[in-house]
């Protein structure tokens, strides 16, 4: 887990516990706004059911997804499937 960021933060993580996770766990992706990451995670908590909690949490890592379409994540990568 990241240290308290007492800035702004580079970036934002989602962050998620399945039903046997006692700590949160995330992914390397990295967003650059709050909004973007909760766009994910909504996303994210829609397909794989095993996530039982998300949220968002801060992150000094790098930003790693372009802001993503109107469409959804298919541009970033994240996301494939039929249009």
């Not at 968002?56 to 494939?80: H, M, N, W």
């Amino acid at each position: 887990m990241d240290k308290t960021i007492t800035e702004k933060p580079n970036s934002y993580k989602v962050a998620v516990k399945t039903s046997t996770d006692k700590e949160w766990v995330s992914n390397g992706l990295r967003f650059k706004t709050k909004e973007q990451a909760l766009t994910y995670a909504k996303d994210l908590f829609a397909r794989w059911t095993a996530v039982k909690e998300y949220e968002v949490q801060p992150s000094e890592d790098a930003i790693t997804e372009r802001e993503p379409s109107q469409k959804g994540f298919e541009d970033s990568g994240i996301l494939v499937g039929p249009e």
